[in-house]
């Protein structure tokens, strides 16, 4: 018997239960596409996470208001962050490793062009420096400067998606756009970011703080105040200038009673990063269950296919078929059902992964294709290679008189 | 021993059956010629334990030795060999352990003096592919498989060429007088065709030993008549038969019959010499004439 009669017995085999056969190779299939699919979305997020770690720059620090877990019991009183906090900040004699303070103020409206109207993720009230330490470019059109800020100039520099969503293609650089009532002359758009997660960070409209606050927030807290360092080794030395100029801007003692956050946005990410690596590492366990209940599948099939061929298996050895010839048969049904099975797998896998799937877009870890083939191929083998060898080792009689 | 049996197999593999074949190895042990095909001495089998015990083959135990009797068995070379006895009786036990198909519980089979106990799994597949053809009472064809290809099958094992496989495969059927149902499946073949195809199927390797349990046990007499004739001529080209059987009619195409009773020969009568043609062919007209119903006029 050469391999070929092997294989050509095999495919005869599996054929004589088309349904049954196709059945077990759709249970490899999804098996083999859903390992490919769930670690191609875990990677495509974390490495989205990865793009705007590189995109924010990493010399960014967040000061929000509000205590640490359990601060918020210690501290007698949370003082809300305020202009002034941001202008303490500024000062280089306490805080020289700070390069740039940007107070924030955001809110939500609805921006309106020629009768087209949009609702705005975002309204940012901030200072020019916000810009850099955002890492926000403009594409068209100029950031406002300094001197609009002193002014309360009503100007904006929009978000691509905002510029898109009220101008289409038309240049929005010069137009007014009405926000929540108040109209703004936008003088730039912001490069297109591209979006992360569940927000669109390019749906947003920034202008000077007083502006913002005049006419939305008004004067009273901000959100939070964006600093950047003079350095990515600065951020260190910088979180904790923040800490003690806000201290004693806050009147706070005990450094375990803060009514502020500092937060990197470097650590930030890299805390969702984590987050994001479990998360693959749970996709990807998922994946391989299922890639382990399709070979349970495979195992099952070779069982109820051995115990019903078992006479046929005695009359085969009946007339001198040698064990290896019917283990191969046997085995080469089983690696023909996982191949079979995981090569369309591959396929389903490499053409699941071109879609968006809940806003991430997936991307393929080669190795994750090879291993979730070979593991499938393997599985197929060695589960086949069981009942076969079971069925192989009968003496003819007993398999002849099984029923 | 292996390589004693592999030469032997090799031989007798590349197509001719042992007839004429040098004196074997073993054979020039035997100070008295060639050793018989088939030597069974004190052959015991048992199913179950204790009270449920079933003594298959070998009789009862002797209340006075505590031994059971055991079958003792010689067949020689070109004999054919019916074997007879009431339902239950052991004869398919028999008949399994000589194919090879199962294992005594006690005795030793020598084929061709060669201690079968003492092969291995793959020795006794060429064992089962080049030395002895099984005829089934119950046919066993391979399901969805057709007559051609159910022929082929013995010699696919045995790693015979695809053309030279047909060939010979539908030689076998033609023999068989199915040469024009080769590519029929069982379902499509009545029961006198699927046994002529298990009768070609055993044929087809040119065994030395053609074993066959009850052969026309489900038949009627013209495919009964069919099949005696073709077993006929296989023995008159010389090879060994031992066939099991209910039937006078077919016990009579015997050169020698045994009789079993709970698992022991009881009777063994010689019909006709070892060597020469079976009964039905050294004189077909006297043979005819002594038919106990009109056998002839229905088979021809
Ligand atoms: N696998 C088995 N387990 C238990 N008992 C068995 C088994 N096979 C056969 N026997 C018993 O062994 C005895 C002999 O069986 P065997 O098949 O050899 O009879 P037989 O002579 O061929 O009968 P028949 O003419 O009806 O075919 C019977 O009593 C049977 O019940
Ligand atoms: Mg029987």
Redesign the interface.
Known sequence: ?NPF?TLRFAVGGLA?NKVRSGLTMLGVLIGVAAVIILLAVGNGSSQAVKDSIEKLGTNALTVSSGGGFGGQSTATSTKPLTVDDARALADPASAPDVESVAPEVTTSQTALYDGTSHSVNQVVGTYPAYFKASNSKVAKGDYFSADDVLNSRKVAVIGSTTATDLFGTASPVGRKIVVGGTPFTVVGVLETKGGTGFQDPDDTVIAPLPTVQNAFTGFGPISQILVEAKSADATTPAQNEITTVLMSQHGIKDSSALDFRVSSQASLLTTQASTNKTFTVLLGAVAAISLLVGGIGITNIMLVTVTERT??I????????????ILGQFLAESTLLSLVGGGLGVVGGLVGSRFTIVGITPVVIPQSVVWAFVIAVAIGLFFGSYPANRAASL???EA?RHE | MKQLLRGRLGRDGTGGHRVGDPVTAAAEESPWGPSPVIEVRSLLKTYGHGDATVRALGGEVDPVTGVSPGVDLVVEQGDMVAVMGSSGSGKSTLMNILGCLDVPTSGRYLLDGIDVGGLDEHQLSLVRNRKIGFVFQSFNLVPRTTALAQVELPLAYAGVKAAERRRRARAALELVGLGDRVDHRPNELSGGQQQRVAVARALVTAPAMLLADEPTGNLDSHSTEDVLAIIDRLNASGRTVVLITHEDEVARHAKRVLRLVDGQVVADVRQAPVDGPPPALSDPAVFAAHAPHALTSGGS
């Open positions: 018997m009669e004589a006479r046929e005695g009359i085969r050895k009946a007339i001198g078929a040698p064990k290896g010839v003496r003819p009689i002849l």
